[in-house]
């Protein structure tokens, strides 16, 4: 049996499918370490995002080879997916697996370490499985991939032909996973997806019922349950109506805008425009006045002008949303983005990204402040730090870990970024099986 260190890049899915990778070479017998100290084989699970993302990927794996010079070295992920090549002559490097022959890198390292052949499965010409995936963060939290692929093609994005279509889960499934996710302790659950508002092909079922399935059939045990990022187009009523009227689902909501920029949205091939944007978060806001709503901005898309990027600047500042996430355009082989003849320099996409950041720091620590004097549930994830419903990180003093614990913000953000907050009164512990 060998010792094998897993490291992840890019996103909640990526790493739920590092998670299931783990646990399958645990069974087989393998022991996990971490990713700096000594290890038999290196499992990189790449991103192809941005150009970044690819660069530190190659920066890994040449760090791994010089401290590791007889290790084998296994690419997976998007970037192996999409550019299975590119690591060629990346030294160490045994074996190169496709997004669609993840599940079957156990075997697939056994095979490398007993000096056999690998053969992996060849990638589907009917079309791509699912492959149900979950990952741990800390010891309260779970992210849960119900759904995988996008059928959108948005400009500048390689993610269909990374990921595949739009394919999810089985109700039956996801439920059958949330048990199992139960009995491992975990109090939150997190369910992920490329498109999650698109759950539900091929079977049918829409997401909706999914969540009311998880709702009526689900463990009791799980507390707490939180939406990654959802499309706004497909943030319907009666999906805010549903978590409206369950407490045990997260005011919590991450939607990608992109641009304010109806110019920009058109070129980038988004299904909405500012007007539903803003009827959607303005929905939210009715329903849940304290919501966390987190926005993706992509900055620099070729043709931005600074006439457009002021326009997405006012909008984001004068909309009621709590913190941003922001991206510099990166241009992606491909993709039709990538042919615009009028591309924007790289200085004034990081300079208008960091303009971004900066409002982006000012919503967080007003959203914060809008929230001193209501009593928010913290769920520990240690006894000095938690996550509230509304998505705020806060540090408080004697929690037990584990327990949804009232709280009170004191308005006081540490060098850390978390919020500092008291407990108001004694925790119950979360029941465990």
Not at 15 to 30: C, P, Y
Request: glycine letters at 6%.
């Amino acid at each position: 049996m060998a010792r094998i260190a897993l490291h992840t890049l890019g996103c909640k899915l990526n790493f739920a499918e590092t998670a299931t990778i783990a646990r399958q070479l645990t069974s087989a017998g393998h022991t996990l370490t971490d990713w700096e100290a000594p290890a038999d084989v290196y499992i990189l699970n790449t991103c192809t995002v941005t150009h970044q993302a690819e660069r530190k990927a190659h920066k890994l794996l040449r760090q791994i080879h010089r401290r590791a010079p007889e290790a084998l070295i296994i690419v997976t992920g998007c970037y192996a997916q999409l550019r299975p090549e590119a690591f060629q002559n990346e030294p160490g490097v045994a074996l190169v697996a496709r997004n669609t022959q993840k599940p079957y890198l156990a075997q697939a390292v056994d095979d490398l370490l007993q000096m056999k052949s690998v053969s992996l499965p060849a990638p589907p010409s009917q079309g791509w499985s699912f492959w149900l995936s979950s990952s741990g963060e800390g010891r309260t939290r779970a992210f849960l991939k119900v759904q995988d692929g996008c059928d959108y093609k948005c400009s500048f994005c390689t993610i269909p032909q990374a990921r595949g279509p739009s394919r999810s889960a089985t109700p039956e499934t996801v439920l059958q996973e949330l048990y199992t996710i139960a009995q491992a302790g975990f109090k939150e659950v997190v369910l992920t997806g490329i498109n999650l508002g698109d759950y539900g092909k091929p079977h049918g079922t829409d997401f909706l019922t999914l969540l009311q399935w998880i709702e009526k059939k689900g463990p009791s045990e799980i507390r707490r349950y939180r939406l990654s990022s959802i499309e706004p187009n497909l943030l319907h009523d009666e999906i805010l109506d549903f978590i409206a009227e369950h407490e045990r689902w997260a005011p919590h909501f991450h939607l990608p805008l992109q641009s304010g920029s109806d110019r920009l949205l058109g070129r980038m091939r988004r299904r909405y425009r500012r007007r539903l944007y803003e009827d959607r978060i303005n929905a939210i806001r009715r329903r849940f006045p304290l919501a966390g709503i987190g926005v993706d901005v992509i900055v620099g898309f070729p043709g931005e002008s600074e006439s457009d990027f002021q326009e997405t600047h006012l909008f984001l500042a004068e909309l009621p949303v709590s913190y941003l996430h922001v991206f510099p355009y990166s241009e992606r082989p491909g993709t039709l983005a990538a042919t615009f003849s009028d591309q924007v320099p790289w200085e004034v996409r990081l300079w208008r990204s960091e303009i971004l950041r900066e409002l982006s720091q000012r919503k967080k620590a007003v959203f914060a402040q809008s929230c001193i004097g209501h009593p928010l549930q913290a769920l520990l994830e240690t006894s000095e730090e938690g996550l509230t419903e509304n998505y705020l990180r806060v540090r408080v003093t004697g929690g037990e870990v584990g327990t949804l614990t009232p709280v009170l913000l004191t308005g006081t953000q540490d060098e850390e970024g978390l919020f500092h907050a008291r407990i108001i009164n004694q925790p119950h512990p979360i029941p465990t099986l």
